[in-house]
């Protein structure tokens, strides 16, 4: 008896979004733990680098949604070439980096790769599955990003001490322009799904403002929020607890497995039922994992929550991103999947400007404030997409898109 891959591996498509998640996690995972404590050590203040942290998430927010409306208008394949190129770009400078604007203006670039590249990954999922099977497709993708993390860093933090941060930030690069260039030749060699094509009329920008959509992007402020915490302190937090850089590798890993583990249970979840309880069960136990992290300043228990923490958001984020893909209107999947990461990296973005200045009063507060703004924001997020599960079907072949006679109904309503 032969054994049957699931269909994620049978797809071609799939899977080659899979082997590039799976690389291109691996390519930034090595240096990830590595970025804010090089510039720490090379001179920057904390507050210059909550700027740097910003940056890289302001180049995002104020980038993905229209990258999202290029990629609907002109196909998938060139951003998500262009994005990567970019940030291969931008990691080889922290190489030479020694000045503070210059580690500013390299993190904003690593943002504007991922602001290229981005909305069109997502929106390539959408346009390569149907509805009954985004949650496993949203799922395991971002599995195999993760599991690139998982990797990455642990690599990471063996080689900064045998070959250098600086030889290893090379070599990080060197990897994301192979992956651009391997990009480029497989999606030209197979081919991508024909999307849906949009009108001759402009779509309006009032197509997102959908309560529906609106659901999602609450969500979406909600879980990048603490991003912009861990991607300004992390490493700093770490190191004042005196954890050894491959206990910082460590910390995300742990994260990694977990997630990697339980993802394709998220997926199957996801893809049942009413999607507003996973997401509701899962944000509160999100947040008081964040919260957690602070109080609980021991690095062994921190290794510990962030396996913790892989669990949970494996089971949140799949349910996210398959109702996002259902309500979006298939035309403008791109717009919507930029709009999507925008409003969360406004979430991040803020959070990375205050989590110094919080940080500065007292180590656990900002952890408490990023728990306490994820419950919050994930409470509005999901009365909103109760309400529009409780109206319509999210599970048929039928995908209801802002520009439904029903949901316009809802929306004035």
Do not use: C, K
């Not at 990048?224 to 995300?252: E, K, R, V």
């Amino acid at each position: 008896m032969r054994l049957r891959l699931p269909w994620y591996i049978r797809d071609r498509i799939m899977r080659l979004i899979l082997l590039l998640g799976f690389f291109a996690g691996l390519a930034g995972g090595l240096v990830i733990p590595f970025l804010t404590l090089t510039a720490h050590n090379r001179g920057v203040s904390l507050r210059a680098i909550g700027v740097m942290a910003a940056g890289y998430l302001l180049a995002q927010m104020a980038l993905q949604l229209p990258m999202g409306a290029l990629s609907d208008r002109f196909g998938r394949m060139a951003p998500i070439v262009v994005g990567l190129a970019i940030q291969a770009a931008a990691t080889a400078g922290f190489a030479l980096a020694e000045s503070t604007p210059v580690f500013i203006l390299l993190r904003a670039g690593q943002g504007v790769g991922v602001a290229v590249l981005y909305p069109s990954f997502r929106a390539l999922i959408a346009d390569a599955t149907v509805p009954e099977q985004r949650g496993q497709a949203y799922a395991v993708a971002n599995a195999a990003f993760t599991a690139g993390l998982l990797f990455g860093p642990l690599i990471g933090g063996v080689a900064a001490g045998a070959i250098g941060v600086n030889t290893l930030y090379l070599t990080a690069a060197g990897g994301e322009a192979v992956i651009a260039l391997g990009a480029l030749l497989a999606m030209s060699r197979i081919g991508l799904p024909q999307r849906p094509q949009a009108p001759a009329e402009r779509v309006p920008l009032r197509g997102l403002l959908t309560r529906s959509l609106v659901g999602a992007f609450l969500l979406s402020f909600a879980g990048q929020f603490q991003f912009g915490l861990f991607g300004g302190l992390w490493s700093i937090y770490l190191n004042d607890l005196h954890a050894s850089d491959f206990l910082l590798g460590l910390s995300f890993s742990t994260f990694s497995i977990t997630f990697v583990l339980v993802a394709p249970l998220g997926g199957r979840l996801a893809d049942r039922g009413r999607r507003w309880r996973i997401i509701l069960i899962s944000n509160m136990a999100y947040a008081l994992v964040v919260a957690a992290y602070g109080l609980i300043p021991n690095v062994p228990a921190i290794l510990v929550l962030g396996g913790v923490e892989g669990i949970v958001a494996a089971i949140s984020q799949p349910a996210a991103d398959a109702y996002l893909a259902s309500v979006a209107d298939p035309r403008t999947m791109g717009r919507a999947q930029g709009a999507y990461a925008t409003v969360g990296m406004f979430g991040a973005a803020i959070s990375a400007f205050i989590a110094p200045v919080l940080y500065a009063v007292s180590r656990p507060l900002p952890f408490v404030v990023g728990g306490v703004v994820l419950a919050v924001f994930a409470l509005g997020g999901v009365a909103l997409v109760r309400e529009t599960e409780l109206h319509h079907p999210l599970q048929s072949v039928h995908i209801v898109t802002p520009f439904s006679p029903e949901l316009e109904e809802m929306a004035d309503s």
